[in-house]
């Protein structure tokens, strides 16, 4: 099992809402549970030959999270927050040729759509759920975002 298939197991596990998934092979195991089982995601792998990849993509993970949990800490608390509902990679365009769905500034309502998040081949629309003006747009387009992660402040005065 490579670093790609962990991500899609992750990726599955988060869509379908369970708390806790344990997959094993004579070589392999892996245990996921989601915030619906209180603990954060674990990985236990047995032969050496896996540990460098995971080794190495774990560090990235840790040093993005920080800078983006940092940054709303310092605004105003009358902002809202919209984060992402899943783990995926998130796009401002709908696609390459069009316009952005929201800029810096913008008016929004509750149903406008203010990004897509693209998880196992699939754009999923992310509605702002809140009405305002953007504020703050925390992820850069076509990056990777993890679930519960801000991705825009809203003031909704």
């Known amino acids: 099992m490579d670093i790609k298939d962990i991500q899609n197991l992750i990726r599955f596990v988060a869509k379908a809402g369970v708390s806790e998934v344990k997959y094993k092979n004579k070589d392999f195991e892996i245990?996921?549970?989601?915030?619906?089982?209180?603990e954060p995601v674990s990985y236990v792998s047995q032969p050496l030959a896996y540990q460098a990849p995971v080794a190495q993509a774990a560090p990235a993970v840790a040093q993005a999270a920080p800078t983006a949990e940092a940054a709303p800490a310092a605004?105003?608390?009358?902002?809202i927050t919209i984060k992402s509902p899943m783990i995926g990679t998130f796009y401002r365009k709908p696609s390459?040729?069009?316009d952005v769905f929201v800029n810096v500034g913008d008016s929004i309502t509750s149903d406008k759509v203010v990004c897509v998040i693209e998880a196992m081949k699939l754009f999923n629309q992310i509605e702002a759920e809140v009405s305002g003006k953007i504020v703050k747009i925390l992820v850069?387009?076509?990056t990777p975002v993890e679930y519960d992660q801000p991705l825009f402040l809203v003031d909704p005065s």
């Open 96 to 98: 390459p040729d069009k």
């Open 75 to 79: 605004d105003d608390s009358n902002l």
């Open 31 to 38: 245990l996921i549970k989601t915030p619906l089982g209180g």
């Open 140 to 142: 850069d387009d076509a």
